[in-house]
């Protein structure tokens, strides 16, 4: 759970990008060859649109729509004589007619509905149709001002056009979202027309449009429709509040608003006077789905752009999975909807405060961040008054026990549970009776269910129970358990920062002054404006992209909908606070329609340039209110809207990605200026270095610029070279800041950023030891299996001691980026608070998105990130979208014994194949003796006794052992020797081990009570000794001054130990039920090893592997990280023979060996094809050849060979699937001469490489004649 406080409570929730796993969709989405109409008429927009808009509906362009919907129709028609039972994909619109889900302007397309087909095997067959460019996966999506206004400036561009009630006027935003509602104030129509083409009562649901909405479209999934009361194209009573709330914060019409019985007075939205366009995508489902999905997207930006919107404002998204682009389907439509002059904002996520989290990645549309206001309605707000910086505690309230009280003010003394019983700081045990009387209790997170916590508390007769996390601020919805019903008090979940502070408060000032104040009136508390708020995402977006590209207020923004204490559709038509980037990013959309309405002439790159060049960059903090925000933070700065339709000049580009750049280089980038000035402006240019502090900024380290000054004559363009030398920057890491161009009436600036890394690798590998065995001896110390691995393969590596108690501690990710790979292991960690913080799995993102390679290890490694549950509802994203892991069970085995190897998945490449895993052995042997005299040779009469206990790890051959020696004080003993001896009972042998030099202590030693010494065996023993320990053939001996050949001795016995008994079951695809019945890998992941059990749930997968591959079906990737997640860790690989399984084990090093070279293995650098024509039978010939890259950093890798060719011969022709290189084949004829030829080579790594070739056919074809079929589209 994101932060949340007294300020953010009450009905005032911050949207998620992500607040539950959508189930996955039957569908496809097919692209076809010919551009879109956005993309064909991109460069002659102007001549063709109005005030630089696409205008759809001139003759030009509706003649090239009905040539692409005419080859859609071929296209179905061909699917159709090829494929049984599938059909073009519907949804159902506002008007409750299916409609047919087909694009021709933002995206040249179809979606297919494939049924109960297998869609993996229908996405490979469709593919290869004659005119098919990708097929895509269809995938979810989901939803991510009273003083807000103010804070912008948007007063002084109001003034420009009119006034505020004129704000807007004659733009049209189009929202894209949870639908608006007609009845809402802030969507009143009274004195609006509707603007022309738009008919008497505008587009779509008529009964929801009334001059101010003059469009309204649904987008209902067929499979999976809104539940009852939602079933329009506004938000009904099970809709969200989202897109009102988005909508009237961008384009909400002037009114006089209350919240919670206060009254706000006049409010509006950025652009009040401007028309709304609603596209509902987001609703409450049956299977209470509240994503929309890539089918519904396509179409919903289809539409905005056919029925003529100026902007659109996205507040949605599915956080840093891709880099957009050209294999990205819904952010070419995006792109698109830009070419074709529509101002595209977007949020940036709510996934912060860690790098690289947002959105995204395009630099076409604008990422919005969100800052702070420096208004806040509170309702519930806790504090301490003594203490200042108690002021508003951020909390989470539980789901169970009793409500805060309502309307009114409370004090509660409070204490520490801690403080009353050392032994009893989280509350799990019972209290002494009325210990707690009248108090809030202080409990920590840790021990036992939140429900029985609390319960315990309120029966020592606490009235409020208080819940600290010890290791972090990250806040946690709390849970009942088995206990929370009989709760009845308040209970509410603090972070660590403000536990010490409230702990200080009641040890250094007294009971007196500990005291806790919930009020629960509303009131307006004020706010710090300009912090960028911590959940807020961060760049740089994925693959490298400067992002966000600017910030505005996103924190407890007041606007309609989320109306507090309200149910059903009155939660849409009353007031209320929200926080999110989901609330940013319509300022930005409200302001851009303020631009247009000025400047009709104005292009969206044109648009974006003038509010990213005024943005306020200089005293924006983060939210801890000292740390200078950067351009990762807030992009350009954050709104401002003071000079904005009067900047001077325009920016291409208006910031700077420099991406990542290795040590030592440099790099240069081209700036194109462009006055929109009256009169000539000198303009010197500098750069500005703000990390340090706003008061004494610096010049950037490592950018210069050239020239240095630049004149400018109206409407004249010059070129200037910003250049980034990383010799000469901050160092490793990130190099951000500022281009500043000053000039005597108009200033402007843009953000520049660089990500250096290493110019050499820090070490093969980076060895994060996680299974925490230095904070507790109830776990076992398995660092030497992985360092004894690395050294056998001879990697170098840097290993580092992970403790979760610290919070994050990882390197930044420029700095992990000089690891070849990082290799995290957990060993028996179990600890549900004990893995990796969320802030670290963030930098291992970022790593990943940056093309490195994590291998994580362990067997209950989800469980120490609270990610052991099936199909969880708020998974983390390094887990399930970077491992790549749906979580199934606690033990393949059921917590017996495994009996089995574990093998290679069906899917496994080829060097994986013949590996076979055996976790069936001991990882330890164990044992304790007594020590005597009596069982000395020959026996010994003594008053001395002792234990001995001994542990030996097996893989390493670690033995640590622990020696007690008890003496009479009345007859004290000198130790002159200890050792371990060869010798079977009753036998005297030689010293094997020093036991004194083991355990580093000097003798002789008088011992005169209990003496105990501790340590590891030095030397290690043999393979041979430790047979002989297994035997019974070691004894320990203990020599005495009194009896110099030994006065106390013990056999030696253990018994096999330390089995491993969970590992965890894991799967690629989710099984909530509500999912696509044939199955899909949504999750891109390829299950890599299974244990073929009798217990297994689903596939038994134990190794998950994950890395992009691109095919003939969809011939690029958005993602180049590799990831390796086993469920077991080195401790469980035996490579000792189990006579029952007869069969020779994969060794530890051999089993880590192949996780590294399939993770750094590559494709082939190209795929040529060669071929010759066989006249007499017009059969074409085609040879093949990979040319595969030398693992040169893989000093242990094999080279690569291919094991496969799949083979498009561009006819519509089945692919053809060959294990050499060489195929015939005889082409099917068609309206085209030339075809291409494309094939797709995967070697023994499972790597894929795609090569092509023109081939000219002309009359050397097979004649197979066409049927055609309509389309039919409901407009």
Known sequence: ???????????????????????????????????????????????????????????????????????????????????????????????????????????????????????????????????????????????????????????????????????????????????????????????????????????????????????????????????????????????????????????????????????????????????????????????????????????????????????????????????????????????????????????????????????????????????????????????????????????????????????????????????????????????????????????????????????????????????????????????????GGQVTIPVVFIGRTSYAAMLGVLTNQGAAAAILRVDTTTHQAGNVPDRIIDFSSRGPGVGGTLKPDIAAPGVNILAQGYTPGASGEARHLGYGQASGTSMAAPHVAGAAALLKQEHPDWSPAQIKSALMSTAKYLDIYLEDGSTPAQPLDMGAGRLDLTHASDPGLFLDPPSLSFGYMISTTAKTISVTLTSVASSTENYTLSTRYTGAGFTQTTPLPGFTLSPTAVTLAPGESKVIQITFDTVQGNGIGDNQGYIVLDGATYDAHLPAWARVTPALPTADLLLIDGDVSALTTRVADYRLYYTAALDELGYTYTTLEYNPLTGAMLPNAATLLGYRAILYFTGDNYFSDGGLQPLDMDKLVEYLNAGGTVIVMGQDMARTIGHNVIDPTNPHFFYESRLGANWIQDSISSGQVPVQPIVSAETAPVILKNLQIDPTQPRAYAGTVGLLGSNEVPPVTTPISGTFALYHQIGPRLTSFSMSIRANPANPTTVTNMHIHAGATGVNGGVLVDLAASAGVTLPVTITDTWTVTGILTPTLTVTQVNQLRSGGLYVNVHTNAHGNGEIRGQLSVTDTSYTRFIDEIDNRAHDGSQDPTGRDALRSVPLFRYPGSFNEYDGTVVMGHRHQPSLENPGITYQGRTVYATFGLESVSEIVNPALNFIPTTRSALLDAFLNWAWSEPATEVSISNTLNVSNTTFTFVATPAFQVQSNNHTAPSPTAVQYRWDFGDGSVYRVTTTGETTHRFVCGDQSNRTVRVEVTDTFGNVAIGSQSVAVGENCRTIPPIYMPIIRND
Request: glycine residues 10%.
């Open 1 to 483: 759970m994101r932060q949340t406080s007294g300020a953010y409570e009450r009905e005032v929730p911050t949207i998620h990008n992500a607040d539950a796993t959508p189930p996955a969709s039957n569908r496809l989405i097919v692209e076809l060859t010919s551009p879109p109409l956005a993309v064909a008429f991109q460069e002659t927009v102007q001549a063709a649109a109005v005030n630089g808009k696409l205008a759809v509906a001139v003759p030009a362009a509706q003649d090239y729509i009905n040539q692409i919907q005419a080859e859609q129709a071929t296209f179905v028609s061909l699917l159709q004589t090829v494929v049984d039972d599938v059909n073009v994909a519907y949804f159902r619109n506002e008007l409750g007619v299916t409609e047919a889900a087909t694009y021709q302007v933002v995206f040249n397309g179809l979606a297919i509905d494939v049924g109960e087909a297998d869609r993996a095997a229908l996405q490979t067959q469709i593919a290869r149709l004659d005119g098919v460019k990708n097929v895509y996966l269809d995938l979810p999506y989901q939803t991510e001002l009273y003083t807000s206004t103010a804070l912008i400036n948007t007063p002084l561009l109001w003034n420009q056009v009119g006034g505020r009630a004129n704000g807007g006027a004659g733009i049209k935003i189009a929202s894209m979202d949870g639908g608006v509602h007609h009845e809402a104030a802030m969507m009143d129509g009274t004195g609006y027309t509707y603007p022309p083409g738009f008919g008497p009562n505008g587009l779509g649901v008529t009964a929801n449009n009334n001059g101010k909405i003059i469009v309204s479209r649904a987008y209902f999934r067929p499979w999976d429709p809104p539940r009852a009361g939602d079933e329009n194209a506004w938000p009904g009573e099970r809709g969200t509040s989202h897109g009102m709330h988005t909508a009237s914060t961008a384009a909400g019409d002037i009114v006089t608003a209350s919240y919670d019985g206060l009254n706000v007075g006049q409010m509006s939205g950025v652009a009040p006077k401007a028309y709304v366009m609603s596209y509902r995508v987001f609703y409450e489902s049956v299977t209470s789905n509240g994503a929309f999905y890539t089918t519904e997207g396509l179409a919903a930006l289809d539409d905005i752009v056919r029925d003529g919107a100026d902007v659109v404002n996205n507040s949605w998204g599915d956080g840093p999975k891709s880099s957009g682009g050209e294999f990205d389907a819904l952010d070419q439509a995006l792109i698109n909807a830009t070419k074709a002059g529509i101002f595209v904002a977007m949020s940036n996520g709510n996934s912060g405060p860690g790098l690289g989290t947002g959105d995204h990645a395009s630099p076409d549309y604008i990422n919005v961040a969100a800052s702070t206001t420096g208004g806040n309605l509170v309702s519930q707000q806790v504090s301490v008054p003594s203490n200042p910086t108690l002021n508003t505690i951020l909390f989470a309230q539980a789901i169970f026990g009793g409500a805060l009280p309502e309307n009114q003010v409370q004090t509660f003394p409070y204490t520490v549970a801690e403080v009353i019983n050392p032994n009893n700081a989280g509350g799990c045990n019972a209290f002494t009776p009325n210990s707690l009387s009248g108090k809030a209790a202080l409990l920590e997170y840790s021990g036992c269910e939140f429900g029985s916590k609390a319960l315990n508390a309120q029966q020592a007769g606490a009235t409020f129970a208080v819940v600290y996390n010890s290791v972090d601020d990250d806040l946690i919805t709390m849970l009942p358990g088995t206990n």
